[in-house]
């Protein structure tokens, strides 16, 4: 037993050396003195614990009190900012305890007090967590303010649910108190397993049949009431054209005015495609539409000049507005300034002929560009779902920023206008009637990724054509949709100069009054990790770093902070809407960038070059921004997102890392929050910890709500399809996929059954297991 003891001295030792050098490092910084004090009183005890000193003993109770103090004074009661503060420290206390009998050659009298101290201080320690970690309270909801809307319960017609983009379904079947009864009804698997996967499907249900596209664009027609395949058709996309991952969110369904119901393609489904076309099919046998474009498909990249595959692609669904098809497309993003253009182009739905192109910079162009032209490369493009307002005659286009992200000064005046900005585009015309913009020359790759929402929205002169656009920022804002005034409050505050290029720097930006999922600034406090010695490495990152709170400027000579990081906030997964009990539900992340712009010559050395240049060094399963060129630039990007630690993969910033939450539509007040995500696929090393603890995780996907009380969401990384409850967020059911839920589900209705359906494709980049599971859950019949 002595042996056991010296080599618990020892390692005191050790852990007192590294606490007290890193922690005078920290010191030196400006950041908190507890960490050299500590690894010194660490070195004594563990000396004397060595020499089976029982006055190790005592010093080390010492040290570990005044850490409990400590703790409690710089974290209070957040259960998840003192597990490193007190976990690790609470093990070697129970060490030191079991070692009471040697040290003391008193036998085990003194082990059991010391023991008996130990379980009042656990039990202290797991009141003080538990404590913490209550969820907010609900709040009444209010009572129905926007109406029904154009909700359905039958159908799914579009990837919002409805035109509105409402993601709320009228059926009532499934409630809180028979959901515990749900079961598989039918699963259905594409076979479409690609090496860059995240398939992020939201199908459609179109009478008795439903229709997805897969990760490559796959397209299949399966039965309503059983999943059985009814026809498939593959526009046979090339591996080369996947950028970061193979992605299609979804497919459009399209009614040919006047057609009768059985000529061809009186109907039709309608995909983009990762290789850069527009895909038509009948609807009801899956054959291409041959009066559609060349043979049912249109290339989009014409008029681009010369494409290198992967660079433009189509991984979002395409609104129709009065028969016009209006597509944006990503731009492979951190590759080039010289990118291609980000034009929007509209499309006839019947003939595929092309009725308007939208390039920015060149406002006066109407179609491609004439021989020895090509659109404006460079320019902020749409990669995301754009909302479609027949009554309006408008399509509503979240905007990106310009090719080259991080870094402005070549932009010119209409990029910098444009970016990062909800457009609305008048379909008849191809021209913007308004716009609103969200980040003033962003460099924060702050693009608006979430669908915009149409509601009638109540003002005190009435109901209000509305629009709620949610932000990476977490801003969400409410804008009337026939002009683009806001209908709440926005406030351009001062934020921070500086960086690399300080003369582009805005000196305010615009924050919403309404509603903001963002937290406040991070501090020295928020670092976290698994144990002490963990957490001091990100305190001393944290110092190093440069930080001046949101829209800090990018720097080159330094790591800078990005707080909420280009994962938002919210992003493409948008907003849910229940318009009957006037509620918007929002999931949201809640964790940092840890960014570096590096100079030309340090990026080239590392073989940081475009897609397509033979010099590139292919990034396996790379994070976007992770070593991204941005070539035409003086500097490449490296995001470190999520800011996480060498080694053990762990987060730098303490749980949670992601929330759900319910709004009032009426005053933007906050009616519940809650950490969204279990910790049973998260833990140090890449290990799943298994533990059922909401933690709140990372999360790419969105909600629906139902006219039952319920929101269905997957989205998280511990691979679970939750019910939620929308009175008090509470989960009232959930299942575990087989693959991760990174998919906004869906929800209809089949003879007198309703259908709750989820895709579990999984995401290499949230890490979640890959599959190719369109599932399907009821009630038991009857």
Not at 51 to 65: D, N, Q
Not at 318 to 336: E, F, N
Request: proline letters at 8%.
């Amino acid at each position: 037993m002595s042996v056991l003891v010296r080599l618990l001295g020892a390692l005191l030792v050790l852990i007192g050396l590294v606490l007290g050098v890193g922690g005078a490092w920290l010191a030196v910084l400006g950041g908190s003195p507890y960490y050299v004090l500590v690894g010194l009183g660490l070195l004594v005890a563990g000396v004397l614990i060595a020499r089976l000193k029982p006055a190790g003993a005592i010093i080390y109770f010492v040290v570990f009190a005044l850490t409990l103090v400590w703790a409690l004074w710089e974290a209070g009661l957040d259960g998840w900012a003192l597990v490193p503060r007190l976990v690790a420290p609470l093990v070697i206390l129970l060490l030191v305890v079991l070692s009471l009998p040697i040290l003391t050659r008193r036998g085990s009298k003194s082990m059991l007090v010391g023991l008996a101290a130990f379980v009042v201080l656990v039990g202290i320690g797991g009141a003080i967590v538990a404590l913490a970690n209550r969820p907010m309270p609900a709040k009444p909801l209010p009572a129905a303010l926007a109406g029904p809307g154009a909700a359905m319960g039958g159908d799914w017609i579009a990837y919002g649910g409805s035109r509105e983009a409402q993601r709320f379904s009228a059926a009532g079947q499934i409630t809180k108190a028979n959901v515990g009864e749900l079961e598989r009804a039918w699963t259905f698997r594409t076979g479409d397993l690609p090496e860059k996967f995240g398939a992020e499907t939201t199908p459609l249900k179109i009478g008795d049949t439903v229709y997805l596209c897969s990760a490559m664009n796959k397209l299949f027609a399966l039965d309503a009431r059983d999943g059985k395949p009814r026809w498939s058709y593959d526009p046979k996309v090339s591996k080369d054209a996947i950028p970061y991952t193979a992605a299609c969110r979804g497919v459009t369904w399209f009614a040919q005015p006047g057609a009768a119901p059985d000529a061809a393609c009186a109907t039709r489904i309608i995909e983009g495609t990762l290789d850069g076309r527009l895909i038509a099919v009948d609807a009801r046998t899956g054959r291409p539409c041959a009066g559609f474009g060349q043979g049912g498909q249109v290339d989009i990249k014409l008029g681009m000049g010369q494409v290198t595959p992967g660079m433009v692609s189509i991984t979002s669904a395409p609104a129709i507005v009065r028969g016009v098809i209006v597509t944006g497309h990503q731009v492979l993003d951190g590759q080039k300034r010289w990118a291609p253009s980000g034009v929007i182009q509209g499309y006839d739905a019947v003939t595929g002929q092309m009725r308007f192109a939208w390039d920015m910079m060149a406002p006066d162009l109407t179609g491609v560009p004439p021989q020895g032209r090509t659109y404006t490369p460079g320019t902020p493009n749409m990669w995301t779902t754009a909302t479609g307002d027949e009554a309006q005659g408008l399509v509503y286009l979240p905007m990106g920023n310009s090719a080259a992200d991080y870094y402005s000064s070549l932009r010119r005046p209409a990029e910098k206008a444009w970016s990062s900005a909800l457009v609305a585009l008048d379909v008849a015309t191809g021209k913007p009637r308004w716009k609103f913009q969200t980040a003033h020359n962003d460099v924060w790759d702050y693009d608006l990724g979430s669908q915009a929402t149409l509601v009638d929205f109540p003002t005190t002169a009435g109901k209000t054509p509305a629009i709620i656009l949610p932000s990476k920022q977490g801003e969400i804002y409410v804008l009337d949709r026939r002009t683009g005034a806001p209908l709440t409050g926005v406030q351009e505050r001062a934020v921070a100069g500086g960086g690399v290029e300080p003369a582009e720097r805005s000196k305010t930006q615009p924050f919403s009054l309404y509603h903001t999922l963002a937290k406040p600034p991070l501090t020295e406090k928020d670092m976290w990790g698994m144990s002490p010695i963990d957490q001091m490495i990100c305190r001393i990152q944290f110092k190093r770093a440069v930080y001046k709170g949101p829209y800090t400027p990018p720097e080159a000579k330094s790591r800078w902070i990005q707080y909420p990081g280009y994962n938002g906030g919210s992003d493409w997964g948008g907003i849910a809407l229940d318009p009957r009990r006037g509620v918007i539900v929002a999931n949201y992340n809640d964790m940092p960038n840890y960014n570096r712009l590096v100079p030309r010559a340090e990026a080239d050395a590392k073989g940081w070059f475009p897609r397509g240049d033979p010099r590139e060094k292919t990034k396996a399963g790379g994070a976007e921004g992770a070593g991204d060129p941005q070539t035409g630039v003086p500097y490449a990007i490296d995001v470190n997102a999520g800011w996480r630690l060498p080694g053990t993969g762990m987060l730098c910033k303490r749980p949670p890392y992601g929330g759900i939450r319910a709004i009032d539509l009426k005053s933007g007040a906050t009616l519940w929050d809650r950490p969204f995500g279990t910790a049973r696929r998260n833990g140090p090393f890449g290990i799943p910890s298994m533990l059922p603890i909401d933690i709140g995780t990372p999360n790419n996907g969105g909600s629906v709500a139902t006219a039952g009380g319920l929101v269905f969401i997957a989205a998280a990384t511990d691979n679970l399809f939750r019910a939620i409850d929308i009175e008090t967020g509470k989960t009232v059911w959930s299942d575990v996929l087989p693959a991760g839920g990174q998919a906004n589900p869906m929800v209809y209705e089949q003879d007198g059954r309703q259908y709750v359906v989820i895709m579990a494709g999984g995401h290499h980049f949230m890490e979640t297991p890959e599959g190719d599971y369109l599932i399907a859950y009821a009630l038991p019949k009857g």
